[in-house]
């Protein structure tokens, strides 16, 4: 449900809220706001004011020109900025958190209020993270911010390429001889940098720097050289950039060499391993993981990693080259000591589960093995490990599928049964598993009595009987902390196929049959998700075609 890199408090999760916007009840504009905006209104009186009204105001003052739209005030605002630090989501309601999305708009507003800056401005942290900016911002914030920060007589290609591969430890190779001092001429001779009313005053002897969520990173686009330079830079630029998690995807083209996709792991050179809280490597090409495992040990305080698709290939036996595998990836989680959140997806685990689960030091709230090769022996091993009592979230989708060897296949009756072990989860998935109808009652009966604090379940994908379904929605009735149920109510493809020709009509009663099922037992609060089964099929394509 969420992902590896998502921050979730699952103690005050609350999903179930009601469809229909609840109405703001009208509260009487205060003395504070008028004025706020009376000022706002008049360009130099925004200068003025915000110099000399008490600093506390300032939050209230900005407040007021983005919810009135006024761009002018804005810019005025946090060029006179009487605080040391600017954190946007404290600043904004709810309503506005999405006002950096779009292109060309506050994005450029504070742009401008950045390099008007006056020897008022207090500002050393401009905080946008829990907000989504758009690429564009993000690759202007990168490419151009610290660039623009530099004064004119440190604006030499040569002394900067120097830096940047001291700092980043990059041996000299064509990138550091050809492609990197170009990219740097190209910059150095951009419109922006030449004309001196777009530079970043920061005062003597002070450091700015800017926090961000997210950046991403592929093959087929060259922004991981933009925040090369940008990390490298560091150590000279007044402004820097601090980023929480990064996320780096192989999107390799036909004709292009495989080895061309280590190349956004440039990017991990000269990075301050303090600030990075989450990684994400996404759709590596096979043994590509292993080879960047040493870059990735520096970074101590992740918190949360996907592997998702990796092309992760382990193996059980004492041979040279497996045993070498199982101890890399071993020694690289060791090295996260505050990891809680995990995710091995589509990857190939068979009988290594274990050794991996033992490595990790901090027990686990988040663990998605969803699509993994796993056999019964791994599950045990989860069930034992410290883990189970501790994880909140679980993703168990599709481990009962094939394998070219029966034994090692996982039993979808054994699965059922194992999940009485992970008594705290919250969000539990065990979608496009061939659960059997033959467990439905035992499986009820762990609801009830063992998965006292689940608040979502997942079974989509599964085929199982109307009647077994509507014993399971009974049993998650008597669960006080449940909140939403996601099943498919079908026998076939052809089924389902056919399901919008009857314009989804007996979807719907379906659904209706179930919530009423909830409604006798009082708990109308439950949503009631019913998901196609060709949907939960082809969740995976969806995923893999899902853009950056």
Known sequence: ??????????????????????KEIIKPISLVQISCRVINRCDGLTNH???????????????????KAQPNAISAIISNWPHTELCFKDILPPKHHDIFEEEMGHDLVVFRGVINRTKYCKLKSIDFRGLKLNGTFCKLIVQMWPILSLKKSQQKTKNLVKTIVKNAGVKRSRLTDEILPKMLEDLLCHEMVKNSTFSIYIP????????MDNLQFSTNRTFFMDYLICNGLRSITPLSISVSNICIKSDLMIGDDVMDCLAPFIVLRGLDPENIEGIELKQLEEGIFFLVASDLQKFKNVRALDLQDCNIYLQEGRTRSRTALRNKIVETLNCFSNLIRLDLSFNYLLGCLGEILTALKQPLEFLSLRGCDLNENDLSCLTKSQHAIHLKELNLSKVCQFSIYDNDRISPMFLLKITKHFSNVKILSLAQNHLPDASVSEFCHILRHDLKYLKV???????LTEENLTDITKALAHIKSMQKFRLTCTNNL???AMGPLDGGNNQEDLKKKFC?????????DIIVDIVRLSYAIFVDLVDIMDPE
């Open 516 to 524: 009423g099922v909830l409604s006798c037992l009082g708990r109308d």
């Open 204 to 211: 003597k002897g002070e450091k700015m720097t800017v926090k």
């Open 494 to 496: 052809l089924e389902d």
């Open 1 to 22: 449900m969420f992902k590896a890199l998502d921050k979730v408090n699952y103690n005050t999760l609350n999903l179930n809220k009601p469809k229909e916007p609840v």
């Open 49 to 67: 004011a915000i110099r000399c009204v008490p600093i506390h105001l300032a939050e209230d003052l900005l407040r007021a020109a983005i919810e």
């Open 457 to 463: 379940l997942d079974i989509a994908g599964n085929i």
